[in-house]
């Protein structure tokens, strides 16, 4: 247990649903952050968030919609979807951005898109 | 952007025998990062290198940066199942929200 948790752990969605991912940390910290990891590629950062504002957005389709309510929860909604977004989504926080060393990985939420 | 290859992609090894698994800049690294990651779940961090040359060791894996900061080695001595997993290099950019990771490693010991 790392103190990040994701929810669900498992989703197959089609192309025309709409789904979100939600990510919940009880650390206390301040920075959370959505990557993508697909088969054999490295794992890419999506989105950054620093005190409920999003600082960072790596070139992410507008098919992925990041909202963070509060500093403990980190949301990505789903919408048209196409099957090369089929990867296992890791939420991660750490206490401030920056501070790559000290992100906790929640354990992923493994997206098939039919 | 900063790229991070590693090597080998994939690796099986008799338990009790000795590995090492290497991450490759593009350029010079601020912060090198390891994680270790458990098949379809999240990161472990594991350790980080900072100065040319510097070594660290946890338990039975050391990690080392070298002297041009852009080549680092992971290093398991007499492996155990439980090292069975996918290591991972990351390092920062130049914009501190910035991040890069490698492909990955896939390590599997044999028992």
């Known amino acids: 247990e790392t103190g990040v948790t994701q929810t669900p752990r498992h989703l197959v969605m089609g192309m025309t649903n709409k789904k979100s991912l939600k990510c919940e940390q009880h650390?206390?910290?301040?920075?959370m952050y959505w990557y993508k990891q697909s088969a054999k590629k490295p794992l890419e950062l999506m989105f950054v968030?620093?005190?409920?504002?999003?600082?960072e957005n790596n070139s992410v389709p507008s098919r992925f919609s990041p909202e963070c309510p509060n500093s403990s929860h980190l949301f990505l909604h789903l919408h048209t979807l196409q099957p090369e977004d089929s990867a296992l989504y890791l939420c991660?926080?750490?206490?401030?951005?920056?501070?790559?060393?000290?992100?906790?990985f929640g354990p992923g939420t493994r997206l098939t898109v039919t | 952007s900063q790229e991070l290859e590693q090597s080998p992609q994939s690796l099986i090894v008799q338990e009790g025998k000795n590995l090492t698994i290497n991450c490759t800049s593009s350029?010079?690294?601020?912060?090198l990062y390891w994680y270790k990651q458990k098949y379809g779940e999240g990161l472990i961090f594991l350790m980080m290198?900072?100065?040319?040359?510097e070594e660290k060791s946890h338990e039975k894996i050391t990690a080392k940066l070298d002297e041009k900061k852009q080549q680092s080695s992971l290093h398991i001595t007499a492996s155990q199942p439980s090292h069975a997993g996918i290591y991972l290099c990351?390092?920062?950019?130049?914009?501190?929200?910035?991040?890069?990771f490698g492909s990955g490693t896939k390590l599997n010991v044999k028992p």
């Open positions: 350029k010079t690294l601020y912060g």
């Open positions: 650390l206390g910290h301040n920075a």
């Open positions: 290198l900072q100065k040319g040359g």
């Open positions: 990351g390092a920062e950019g130049y914009n501190f929200n910035k991040f890069y």
């Open positions: 968030y620093s005190l409920e504002e999003r600082v």
């Open positions: 991660a926080s750490s206490q401030a951005p920056g501070q790559a060393y000290e992100q906790y």
